[in-house]
């Protein structure tokens, strides 16, 4: 039965011996395992040069209101840009919530946190790309933006649901009057989802499903689904001399062992932090101890869900079972570089659960698990099946077989249901159409934005059929409180509750990710939000293949 792990943790255990990425002797350019690369200073950045990597999968479609998928957001990422977006760079630790004016160059609130002005930028330009046309940014777009998004429910609309009004007193100021007090309707407007599109997208002069014009650092030159992604530098960008490189080439690559080999043989610049594990890092570095590691601090959550509208998930019972009988911390640190256990919200969020407190209010316990589960009227257990996708990566694959095992021993047995992305996030999870699933979450970078997307009863991704009204006044009144101590209590007993009384969807943990570029890759500096505006400051240095 545990044989699977075994090999595992010997795996695990003897790249622990070792301690360092390094090439065999200890040579310069050792990375320890518990830390990223030595930051340099590569001198000033050089224009020009091509940025290649690769993901393993595509999005199904590129327009940002309709797909809360994060291969659309990703796809879309610094093509367009949002009002305020969050800081990064080599001083500011990843995750950080600091933000900074994108397409606004400066924003205020009132006193009493009810009407919120974004003063715009002036001279930005959208790009040269028909029906749009390089024309100038304005407060009409951003009014355009918001049109659309409530005429099309997505993600957006819970971002927005305290929105009374929204006026544009000239073509540079928007203003938002908030039906009540909202202190982080700034990180709201700063979130994964909260593109501007250009009017001409809302009135529907271009498929915004297959073409993206925005004033991001870069164009939309090329898109071959399941394939391939090209994208150009924006001549006319608002910020002087970015991007620094002229192109941005994405690859689709399913295949893990086919992705490192790419970066192996110099075809790709960047291996993706989202399914590379400890002993492919360990093999990469010891081959290229001058390939650079960054290790992110966890944020993406990895979770198991319910769908509450069948039977037996319909009995708070069987989803409190599921919950105790997965052995979280093992699986952790078995399978992933480092994290930590988590609740409904990260717990480096504000508001978020200490990890020690998510942990004890999860234990595992399956002969507690077995008891509720011969309490609800399954002594002998029970049979289900489980979606998931390897659009994730390898990882997420083989944190569906642990959970799988977890399950049988306290007798749920659960048939694994692979799936294409696109099938398993649109037509199964989003469409409601599963018993059990088990995947990744978008890294929500708010608390509200957890609980009002995903557990308040008309949330736009609560697909788990969740609707209990106590829990909906405690999200709303949450929202209005101004005083940070008293929203914080709030948020924790929400968690609290959520656990113990609706225990779904069931969050596992927070991990860390680890990526790789080549040594010439420099500045690369992102965000856990899905765009990717950090792009426009990463540099290529001069032996960067195709460099002239």
Same mark, same amino acid.
């Given at each position: 039965?545990?044989?699977?792990?075994?090999?595992?943790?010997?795996?695990?255990?003897?790249?622990?011996?070792?301690?360092?990425?390094?090439?065999?002797?200890?040579?310069?350019?050792?990375?320890?395992?518990?830390?990223?690369?030595?930051?340099?200073?590569?001198?000033?950045? =050089?224009?020009?040069?091509?940025?290649?990597?690769?993901?393993?999968?595509?999005?199904?479609?590129?327009?940002?209101?309709?797909?809360?998928?994060?291969?659309?957001?990703?796809?879309?990422?610094?093509?367009?840009?949002?009002?305020?977006?969050?800081?990064?760079?080599?001083?500011?630790?990843?995750?950080?919530?600091?933000?900074?004016?994108?397409?606004?160059?400066?924003?205020?609130?009132? /006193?009493?946190?009810?009407?919120?002005?974004?003063?715009?930028?002036?001279?930005?330009?959208?790009?040269?790309?028909?029906?749009?046309?390089?024309?100038?940014?304005?407060?009409?777009?951003?009014?355009?933006?918001?049109?659309?998004?409530?005429?099309?429910?997505?993600?957006?609309?819970?971002?927005?649901?305290?929105?009374?009004?929204?006026?544009?007193?000239?073509?540079?100021?928007?203003?938002? =009057?908030?039906?009540?007090?909202?202190?982080?309707?700034?990180? @709201?407007?700063?979130?994964?989802?909260?593109?501007?599109?250009?009017?001409?997208?809302?009135?529907? !002069?271009?498929?915004?499903?297959?073409?993206?014009?925005?004033?991001?650092?870069?164009?939309?030159?090329?898109?071959?689904?399941?394939?391939?992604?090209? $994208?150009?530098?924006?001549?006319?960008?608002?910020?002087?001399?970015?991007?620094?490189?002229?192109?941005?080439?994405?690859?689709?690559?399913?295949?893990?062992?086919?992705?490192?080999?790419?970066?192996? &043989?110099?075809?790709?610049?960047?291996?993706?932090?989202?399914?590379?594990?400890?002993?492919?890092?360990?093999?990469?570095?010891?081959?290229?101890?001058?390939?650079?590691? &960054?290790? !992110?601090?966890?944020?993406?959550?990895?979770?198991?869900?319910? @769908? =509450?509208?069948?039977?037996?998930?319909?009995? $708070?019972?069987?989803?409190?079972?599921?919950?105790?009988?997965?052995?979280?911390?093992?699986? $952790?640190?078995?399978?992933?570089?480092?994290?930590?256990?988590?609740?409904?919200?990260?717990?480096?969020?504000?508001?978020?659960?200490?990890?020690?407190?998510?942990?004890?209010?999860?234990?595992?316990?399956?002969?507690?698990?077995?008891?509720?589960?011969?309490?609800?009227?399954?002594?002998?257990?029970?049979? &289900?099946?489980?979606?998931? &996708?390897?659009?994730?990566?390898? @990882?997420?694959?083989?944190?569906?077989?642990?959970? =799988?095992?977890?399950?049988? !021993?306290?007798?749920?047995?659960?048939?694994?249901?692979?799936?294409?992305? /696109?099938?398993?996030?649109?037509?199964?999870?989003?469409?409601?159409?599963?018993?059990?699933?088990?995947?990744?979450?978008?890294?929500?970078?708010?608390?509200?934005?957890?609980?009002?997307?995903?557990?308040?009863?008309?949330?736009?991704? @609560?697909?788990?059929?969740?609707?209990?009204?106590?829990?909906?006044?405690?999200?709303?009144?949450?929202?209005?409180?101004?005083?940070?101590?008293?929203?914080?209590?709030?948020?924790? !007993?929400?968690?609290?509750?959520?656990?113990?009384?609706?225990?779904?969807?069931?969050? $596992?943990?927070?991990?860390?990710?680890?990526?790789?570029?080549?040594?010439?890759?420099?500045?690369?500096?992102?965000?856990?939000?899905?765009?990717?505006?950090?792009? /426009?400051?990463?540099?290529?240095?001069?032996?960067?293949?195709?460099?002239?």
């Amino acid at each position: 039965m545990r044989s699977y792990r075994l090999v595992l943790a010997l795996v695990l255990v003897a790249l622990l011996g070792t301690a360092c990425f390094s090439a065999p002797g200890g040579g310069p350019g050792g990375v320890s395992l518990d830390e990223s690369s030595p930051r340099e200073d590569a001198g000033p950045a =050089q224009a020009g040069g091509t940025f290649r990597y690769a993901l393993p999968s595509d999005a199904r479609s590129l327009d940002p209101h309709e797909e809360s998928s994060f291969n659309t957001h990703i796809a879309i990422g610094s093509t367009y840009s949002k009002l305020v977006d969050f800081k990064t760079g080599p001083d500011v630790p990843y995750g950080a919530p600091e933000l900074e004016g994108d397409l606004a160059q400066s924003w205020e609130t009132s /006193a009493d946190g009810t009407t919120w002005t974004f003063h715009l930028r002036q001279g930005v330009r959208f790009h040269d790309v028909a029906p749009v046309n390089g024309r100038e940014f304005t407060s009409d777009d951003v009014l355009c933006t918001v049109q659309r998004i409530r005429e099309l429910p997505g993600q957006q609309v819970s971002q927005l649901s305290m929105v009374q009004e929204v006026s544009a007193p000239d073509p540079y100021t928007v203003v938002f =009057q908030l039906t009540e007090p909202y202190a982080e309707f700034d990180t @709201n407007m700063a979130g994964h989802f909260m593109w501007m599109l250009p009017c001409e997208a809302a009135r529907g !002069e271009f498929d915004v499903s297959t073409t993206a014009i925005g004033t991001g650092p870069y164009v939309l030159e090329r898109w071959e689904r399941d394939r391939e992604r090209v $994208l150009t530098a924006h001549p006319d960008y608002y910020v002087e001399g970015q991007p620094y490189m002229e192109r941005v080439q994405v690859s689709i690559v399913p295949d893990q062992t086919a992705a490192i080999a790419a970066f192996r &043989t110099g075809q790709t610049d960047y291996l993706s932090a989202l399914s590379l594990d400890l002993a492919q890092a360990e093999r990469i570095l010891t081959e290229d101890p001058d390939a650079k590691l &960054t290790r !992110e601090q966890g944020l993406t959550q990895a979770r198991l869900y319910m @769908n =509450q509208g069948r039977a037996p998930f319909d009995d $708070l019972r069987v989803r409190r079972a599921v919950a105790l009988a997965i052995d979280r911390q093992g699986m $952790l640190e078995t399978i992933r570089a480092g994290g930590a256990v988590t609740g409904p919200v990260t717990p480096t969020l504000f508001g978020g659960l200490p990890s020690e407190e998510a942990a004890a209010l999860q234990p595992h316990d399956p002969e507690q698990a077995r008891a509720l589960l011969a309490e609800a009227g399954f002594p002998q257990g029970l049979s &289900t099946r489980m979606i998931l &996708t390897d659009g994730y990566g390898e @990882n997420v694959v083989r944190e569906a077989q642990w959970v =799988q095992q977890d399950l049988a !021993e306290v007798g749920i047995q659960v048939e694994l249901v692979l799936q294409d992305y /696109a099938t398993y996030f649109t037509e199964s999870f989003a469409g409601e159409n599963y018993d059990m699933g088990y995947g990744l979450q978008t890294p929500m970078l708010t608390a509200d934005d957890y609980l009002s997307s995903e557990w308040a009863s008309e949330g736009p991704r @609560n697909w788990y059929g969740i609707a209990d009204p106590a829990l909906d006044q405690m999200i709303t009144e949450q929202r209005g409180e101004l005083d940070r101590a008293t929203r914080e209590q709030q948020l924790h !007993e929400i968690q609290r509750y959520i656990i113990e009384n609706v225990s779904n969807p069931v969050p $596992l943990y927070v991990y860390d990710g680890l990526s790789i570029s080549a040594p010439y890759v420099h500045d690369a500096w992102p965000h856990p939000d899905y765009g990717t505006r950090h792009q /426009a400051r990463i540099w290529l240095g001069p032996e960067a293949p195709g460099r002239e």
